[in-house]
């Protein structure tokens, strides 16, 4: 669910501008705080992270990496199993 919303956040930055509604002027001129907002926080994440990637890529590679998270997860998942069954002596 977490790798979700960066690309939903990139998916609303990018199209939310095409809108004929207030949120584009809310967008094209970003509140000054000392703190970010969604909107410059995803400037800035799309900035550093999608640069170098074509359109869709950004999706993929986020999935990819909840992948290898899982896949992480599960594998020292069984790793723990097999270690409480050898302190148990079983095979």
Request: some cysteine; glycine content about 6%; proline content about 3%.
């Amino acid at each position: 669910m977490l790798a979700s919303h960066p690309a939903a956040r990139q998916h609303v930055y990018r199209k939310w501008p095409t809108l004929k509604t207030w949120v584009v002027e809310l967008i094209e001129t970003p509140i000054k705080a000392g703190i970010s907002t969604w909107v410059t926080g995803s400037a800035r994440w799309i900035k550093k992270i999608c640069v170098k990637y074509s359109k869709g890529e950004t999706i993929i590679t986020i999935v990819d990496r909840k992948n290898e998270i899982t896949a992480l997860i599960s594998t020292s998942g069984r790793w723990t199993e097999n270690r409480s069954k050898m302190k148990l002596g079983e095979s």
